[in-house]
């Protein structure tokens, strides 16, 4: 990409022109440019990716880095962020830790922003445990400081790694440290020593009202079961006392009666016309003896279960 402007200067007796051109672009800033419209405009993916790996390889190779370090640093922090959104898209965060180690050699020589970058990552797919040694490598490297984005990565290291872990002891322990005074101030200090209190008491609270209330629910479990056995129990003893009082009954009941029953029965359906006057009589003692053994078997099992 090339710029140019012209400016008129204008004399007494004549003019001249004086054309003003920028220096040349670095051809990776279009490499950068391509993988950017790759990732947002196309959302071609992989082809961002490519593109960027291809970039990083050639910026690796370049002679050029060691004179303009702080451009080339810019450059190679583009497209390795560039790359990590690439891959988060392609579902692919579980290797952006191990990408973006491959393209710098060791942790601590990751820029803040990218490691930023990748703590938020993981934490947003609730894995950062990832994160934790790595980041903590990157803190206590002297080297790192002084750059501008450390207070950052250690917030983000305290809040984000070290608390939704539950590792307190050692969040309080990082404030004591030259990374802790390094990267807050002394009210910035003393508010994460109160959160870390909130977070002990809470999880003390938990833990402590966990066991009551499991135990609160076993107790009325238990109690509903004990009251449903003790009425099936009732229920089968008074079945149990009911049959026992019929078949008592059943077997002192004299087989004379049932056979005259019987008998009765057969000649009023079968021999005698109901509508006759005659088998009026007959149809008054065939009902005093069905109610007389009526009564004598079932009677008292109606009176036992009427008494329960």
């Known amino acids: 990409m090339r710029s140019s402007s012209s400016v008129s200067l204008a004399g007494g007796r004549g003019s001249g022109s004086v054309r003003l051109s920028s220096p040349p672009a670095c051809p990776l800033t279009a490499t950068v440019d391509a993988a950017v419209e790759f990732l947002m405009v196309k959302k071609d993916f992989q082809a961002a990716l490519d593109t960027c790996e291809k970039g990083l390889e050639t910026l690796n190779s370049s002679a050029e880095q060691e004179d303009n370090f702080f451009k080339y640093a810019e450059l190679k922090a583009a497209l390795t962020i560039v790359g990590i959104q690439a891959l988060a898209e392609l579902n692919q965060w579980r290797g952006v830790l191990s990408w973006v180690l491959q393209q710098y050699g060791e ?18 797919v ?7 040694d790595a980041v903590c490598d990157w803190l206590h490297c002297s080297g790192n400081m002084s750059q501008a984005g450390f207070s950052t990565v250690a917030e983000l290291y305290f809040l984000h790694i070290l608390v939704p872990m539950g590792l307190t002891a050692e969040a309080l322990e990082m404030l004591e440290t030259d990374v802790g005074r390094v990267a807050f101030t002394d009210e910035q200090r ?21 066991p009551e209330s499991v135990a609160v629910v076993k107790t009325t479990s238990a109690s509903k079961q004990d009251k449903l056995t003790q009425r099936l129990t009732s229920i089968m003893r008074l079945l149990y006392r009911g049959l026992s009082v019929a078949s008592v009954r059943i077997r002192s009941i004299s087989l004379r009666r049932v056979f005259l029953a019987l008998i009765l029965l057969y000649l009023l359906l079968v021999r005698i016309d109901p509508a006759l006057p005659s088998a009026f009589p007959w149809l008054l003692r065939l009902h005093g003896l069905l109610q007389q053994t009526w009564s004598t078997m079932f009677g008292p099992y109606y009176r036992a279960i009427t008494r329960s």
């Open 126 to 132: 609730d894995e950062q445990a990832v994160m934790k």
């Open 190 to 210: 003393q508010a994460a020593r109160s959160l870390v209190d909130i977070q002990n008491e809470k999880h003390a609270t938990s833990s402590n009202t966990n």
């Open 107 to 124: 942790t601590e020589k990751i820029p803040a922003k990218i490691i930023q970058m990748c703590i938020l990552l993981y934490v947003k």
